[in-house]
């Protein structure tokens, strides 16, 4: 039966776009763990598929890695909890010290005769502020850590069912072909996106771990892990990772253990994402540095903390889906970046002479 399509205003997309985005947003604590589900299955693919191609059987390549991973989950699991809790347990004496500091450092400089508005400074940089939102992300590790085998196994189901997704996808689109080749196009992206921020996000983790277990600051391992999580958040994670770890690191060690702890962890990031990382996404992500902020917003205002981790990945796929569709290409251009819209354009031109 041939389907009829009728044309619709652009307004109702809108509306649609709207619509969609308060539903999301107020079942947000069902689609959250689905989501990570999905990509967690994406970035686990890979090791899967290795088995795969060396004569393990599908389904126990499955098992074996989300097995492996539980083990490893839960060799952490007992002593990032601990720290957790006792984090937790310590953050407000933590933050009366930062005040202190603040105060301390006020009345110095208003000693040397400039002036500096106590309640200005007091106002903008609380303690709560500063610590807010590391807490509620490492808050938010202990919550996934009490819910990784639900996700794990979620994520196991996923992948049970990949072989099933062409045959059944085969039979609901009108152009199987063009679409099943815009997943697999997604999906290698993405994949290729969240392995790359992974491995990097280890090794920078690892390394600041390293350098405050040298230094001595308590615990290392949360601001490790910390650190691999804003890793995914792109042009402004380290950023936000280095406020709180280096203000814990004044409460702890002073200025003398600032400058240490800040020069390593320039270093480190300066290393990861101004030489490792770029030598990888310059062909993989194509995504303007304008549309990646809009996304960590509107995502981080949608599904909170989950969405600013996930924007770059959601926003890629919806780009290449964009793409698909003559009426929406226009989207994607001015979602991409310059190099892809130049490259776009030699293309045109070298079919026009052709």
């Known amino acids: 039966m041939k389907r009829v399509y009728t044309k619709v205003h652009p307004l109702f997309y809108i509306a649609a776009v709207v619509i969609l985005a308060a ?3 107020m079942s947000v604590k069902v689609v959250n763990p689905i989501l990570l589900a999905i990509f967690f299955s994406i970035i686990i693919y890979h090791p899967i598929d ?65 002036n500096v508005s106590q309640d200005a400074v007091t106002g903008s940089f609380s303690a709560s502020n500063t610590f807010g939102y ?19 196994l979620v994520a196991a189901f996923i992948l049970g069912e990949t072989n099933s997704y062409p045959i059944k996808l085969k039979l609901v689109l009108d152009d199987p072909d063009v ?3 815009n997943i697999t196009v997604i999906t290698k992206n993405i994949r290729y996106y969240l392995g790359i921020k992974t491995i990097t996000g280890l090794i920078g983790g690892t390394l600041v771990t390293i350098v405050l277990l040298i230094m001595g600051v308590q615990y290392a391992l949360i601001w490790g892990i910390f650190v691999l999580l804003m890793r995914y958040i792109p042009n402004i994670g380290s950023v ?30 300066f290393i ?10 310059s062909r993989s992500m194509n995504l303007s540095t304008l549309a990646v902020f809009l996304s960590l917003v509107f995502w981080g205002y949608i599904l909170g903390d989950a969405g600013m981790l996930l924007a770059v990945p959601i926003t890629m796929a919806l780009k290449i889906s964009l793409e698909t569709r ?8 001015m979602l991409g970046s310059e190099k892809s819209a130049k490259q776009e354009l030699e293309n045109q031109d070298r079919d026009e002479n052709s």
């Open 179 to 181: 679409s099943l080749g």
């Open 240 to 269: 936000i990772a280095a406020i709180p770890i280096m203000l814990f690191v004044l409460i702890q060690k002073g200025v003398s253990g600032v400058i240490y702890a800040g020069i390593a962890y320039a270093a480190i990031n």
């Open 50 to 114: 290795w088995l795969k191609k060396k004569g393990v059987n599908g389904v126990l390549s499955i098992i074996i890695v989300i097995v492996g991973l539980l083990i490893i989950f839960a060799s952490l699991g007992s002593a990032v909890t601990r720290s957790l809790v006792e984090f937790s347990h310590n953050l407000p004496e933590y933050k009366k010290q930062l005040h202190e500091i603040t105060n301390s450092s006020v009345s110095y400089f208003n000693d040397l005769g400039i």
């Open 134 to 152: 590391a807490s509620r992300l490492i808050a938010g590790i202990g919550n996934l850590l009490s819910q990784i085998v639900l996700l794990f």
């Open 326 to 333: 003559e009426s929406t290409k226009w989207l994607a251009v």
């Open 272 to 281: 990861i994402g101004q030489i490792i990382e770029p030598k990888f996404f």
């Open 23 to 25: 539903a999301v947003k």
